[in-house]
């Protein structure tokens, strides 16, 4: 799922809207630092890195952890999609629009990655 994602901005639409928005629109920083922040906890409790004791004090109920610490992180990327949403109504801008064939070029793509990865789950 996530190399369907990061490969979705090899698509010239779709780094375009990237880049502008960057340039354009005022990024949550508060957010997007707690959004990190979370990312970290969550990784070091999945991957049992140097700073697991501070998170874990009982191993039987790590995947447990793992989950619940999982949602603050979810929160934090849905408060941002919510911000980004929210400026871009206030502001009246409009995404780039895109044509039949990108669309078509882009459902090509989708499916393509789609089986890919489904080649990949079946090989041992």
Same mark, same amino acid.
């Given at each position: 799922?996530?190399?369907?994602? *990061?490969?979705?901005? &090899? @698509?010239?639409?779709?780094? !375009? %809207?990237?880049? !502008? !928005?960057? !340039?354009?629109?005022?990024?949550?920083?508060?957010?997007? &630092?707690? $959004?990190? @922040?979370?990312?970290?906890?969550?990784?070091?409790? %999945?991957?049992?890195?140097?700073?697991?004791? $501070?998170?874990?004090?009982?191993? *039987?109920?790590?995947?447990? &952890? %793992?989950? &619940?610490? %999982?949602?603050?992180?979810?929160?934090? $990327? $849905?408060?941002? *999609?919510?911000?980004?949403?929210?400026?871009?109504?206030?502001?009246?801008?409009?995404?780039? #629009?895109? #044509?039949?064939? *990108?669309?078509?070029?882009?459902?090509?793509?989708?499916?393509?990655?789609?089986?890919?990865?489904?080649?990949?789950?079946?090989?041992?």
């Amino acid at each position: 799922m996530i190399s369907v994602m *990061a490969c979705a901005l &090899l @698509l010239p639409v779709i780094r !375009r %809207e990237v880049i !502008r !928005r960057f !340039r354009q629109e005022s990024l949550p920083m508060w957010d997007i &630092l707690l $959004l990190v @922040l979370y990312f970290v906890i969550v990784d070091t409790i %999945e991957h049992h890195l140097l700073f697991t004791f $501070l998170f874990v004090y009982d191993t *039987a109920r790590t995947d447990l &952890l %793992e989950e &619940l610490f %999982e949602l603050p992180f979810m929160f934090s $990327l $849905l408060a941002i *999609a919510f911000l980004l949403q929210r400026n871009e109504k206030q502001t009246g801008t409009k995404t780039v #629009s895109i #044509s039949h064939s *990108a669309l078509h070029d882009i459902r090509n793509y989708i499916i393509m990655m789609n089986n890919l990865i489904s080649v990949n789950e079946k090989s041992p």
